[in-house]
């Protein structure tokens, strides 16, 4: 019988409502699938509560991250990054995150992600800790804004990262930095595969879900979890023409020492 492969899950927000009725069996069946850590990223101030609520009742399991996601970000940024910072100063974190830019939908408030994104990179200088970026059609900013804080002095991960080979060329210069690779590389109309396979190595990729959503085929249009993160293993399997152990192997370390878990 062989080994069952170990796996992080290094970007989930399961201590949000859509999990609220049968979280037990969500990180139950987590474990059963192999899954020995979930990174839980914060999204603003009226998150903190149940993440670090989740993190408390599974401290061995849930490894919390705090933060404020670019999507959060408004006139009143600087109040909300006070509540944050004192968090970072009260508890343990594994990360700052999820923060960075998101020119998608909106960009009424793109001063104020920048100022916010580059206040929170300045706090990952000064606590050591990684950062998880959100870098929604804004990629040439968020690297802009790492290459004025210090990018020698920071480390972290561009999460989710659905970019073009170019923009994952630049990200690829950035010696301290790694790509989150969820489920979209499952999709059939993405190219991500390919793109992967053609820019970057395995040692500088990591795995999450992004659950509740981006759930990988064939479960799109249901709720993701962490348990369906072996079908992105799977995935990269494929694309990297090797096992999905080996794939867990690799992604498993690349966490640990990106994110310092012990």
Known sequence: MSQKKLMIDTHTHIFSDEFKEDISLVIARAKTTGIIKVLLPNIDIDSINSLNSLATDHPDFCLPMMGLHPCSVNREWD???????????????????????????????????????KEQLKWSTEMNLPV??????????????IEEIGADKLRGVFHSFTGSVDE?????????FMVGVNGVVTFKNSSLATTL????????????????????????????????????????????????????????????RMFDIS
Do not use: C
């Not at 998880?132 to 804004?145: A, F, G, L, Y």
């Not at 994952?168 to 301290?176: E, F, G, H, S, T």
């Not at 993160?229 to 498993?252: C, F, G, H, R, S």
């Open 132 to 145: 998880s970026i959100h870098s929604r059609n804004s990629i040439p900013e968020t690297i802009k804004s």
């Open 79 to 117: 109040k909300q990054l006070s509540i944050i910072k004192s968090e970072l100063l009260k508890h343990n974190y594994v990360a700052i995150g999820e923060i960075g830019l998101d020119f998608y939908w909106d960009t009424e408030f793109k001063s104020e992600q920048i100022s916010a994104f």
């Open 168 to 176: 994952l060329k630049q990200i690829v210069k950035l010696d301290n």
């Open 197 to 256: 396979n053609n820019v970057i190595d395995l040692t500088r990729i990591v795995i999450e879900t992004d659950a509740p959503y981006l759930s990988p085929v064939p479960y799109r249009g249901k709720r993701n979890e962490p348990s369906y993160l072996t079908n992105i293993v799977d995935k990269l399997a494929q694309t990297y023409n090797t096992t999905p152990d080996m794939v867990a192997e690799i992604t498993t370390k690349n966490a640990i």
